[in-house]
Every structure is written in C-alpha cells, then in structure tokens.
T-cell receptor, first 111, second 113 residues
C-alpha cells in the first residue's frame, strides 16, 4: 500500500547530542510534509511542517530539510533531551486532507 | 483552549458487533479526518470530512463509515467487527482548505475479542 519510508526503526542518542531522523517519500505529487512526535498512549503531536517550495524550515530546536530531487526528508533535533524520546513519523500530503504516514522511528535518548 | 477530543478512550467489543467512535474538533476547525493505527505502524487514512461532506476515503472496507454533524463533530462507525479492527483510532482536525496543519486527538483504543 501507500507508505512513506523511514530509514531506521530505532535511533539511540546521548542526551545533549543532535539527532537526525530520515524519511523517504514516494509520491511526487506531494507538496506538503509534516513531522509528528508520538509518545506512548498519546496521539501524534505536530512538530514542524514544510511545503515543497522550501528546502529548509527551522523551529525551536528542530529543523526540517526537504530534498525533492531524491524525495527525502529529515528532521534534526538539536541538543536532544530525555523528553524527546518518542516515535517520530513523517507524513506527506498528496492532496488536501489526506496524510500518508511512514512506519515511524523510535528515538531513545540516553542520559 | 480545548484540543481535539475523542470518546471513548478505550473500548472492548466482540467480533461481529458494531462500534461508534466520536470526535470533537478544535473550535473553528471545519475538517475532521479519521485514521487507524495498528500497533507498531504509522496511522492509515480512513476518511476526511469537510463542511459535512466526505472529501476523501482510504482503502478500507464498506464496514467503515463516518459522518460529520453541523457543529463539525464527527462519528466513525464500524460494523461487523473483526479481530483485525483492533487498533488505535485517531481523529485529526484542521481548519480546512489546502495543506493546513492537522492536530490529532488522543485516540480511541479499540480491542476486538
């Protein structure tokens, strides 16, 4: 079925280090992308989004990079904290209202 | 401000039964989407409603149906439940229009036994 792929199922980083979570998408028609964070027992939480007319967008401690040539997204988290431990999903929006999610990457932050 | 609220939070049903899940979007949001998230996977799109009309449907059987009410709240109905319907059902709300941020509720955990 449709899916957005993530390169690594689990990423383990030391507290204070930077984290990079990668994602490959398949639908060339997608023009809007979102990163979500999901903690155990909770719904996905919006982190940051980017439109296809941009290559980079920065938020608070997070940066999303978009490479349309190779259909690749990445989420960079600066100075990773224990509270960042969660499952991270990238999602693409091929048309209004529908999001296609990847399998998710589990981020583990070691103290 | 209240976020997206879903009810119930947990539900146990028997195979063959019917279930109704409810969602109230963020105030001012006119679009509601439903997703199914099986354990260990990303959410899968089921339906989108905007201004009480269905705007999108995912690859789910006709046992799944939904509707949106004049106050923009929504219900997801699943008939003839199967064991494989056990999942977290998520509702997402957005203002509507193109490419707007979608905010998710906590979900309803459905277990079919």
């Amino acid at each position: 079925g449709e899916s957005v792929g993530l390169h690594l199922p689990t990423l383990s980083v030391q507290e204070g280090d930077n984290s990079i979570i990668n994602c490959a998408y398949s639908n060339s028609a997608s023009d809007y992308f979102i990163w979500y964070k999901q903690e155990s027992g909770k719904g996905p939480q919006f982190i940051i989004d980017i439109r296809s007319n941009m290559d980079k967008r920065q938020g608070q401690r997070v940066t999303v990079l978009l490479n349309k040539t190779v259909k690749h997204l990445s989420l960079q988290i600066a100075a990773t904290q224990p509270g960042d431990s969660a499952v991270y999903f990238c999602a693409e929006n091929p048309y209004t209202g529908k999001l296609i999610f990847g399998q998710g990457t589990t981020l583990q932050v070691k103290p | 401000d209240a976020g997206v609220t879903q009810s119930p939070t947990h539900l146990i049903k028997t195979r063959g039964q019917h279930v109704t899940l409810r969602c109230s979007p963020i105030s001012g949001h006119k679009s509601v989407s439903w997703y199914q998230q099986v354990l260990g996977q990303g959410p899968q799109f089921i339906f989108q409603y905007y201004e009480k009309e269905e705007r999108g449907r995912g690859n789910f059987p006709d046992r799944f149906s939904a509707r949106q009410f004049p106050n923009y709240s929504s219900e997801l109905n699943v008939n003839a439940l199967l064991l494989g319907d056990s999942a977290l059902y998520l509702c997402a709300s957005s203002k509507g229009g193109e490419n707007t941020e979608a905010f998710f509720g906590q979900g309803t955990r459905l277990t079919v036994v």
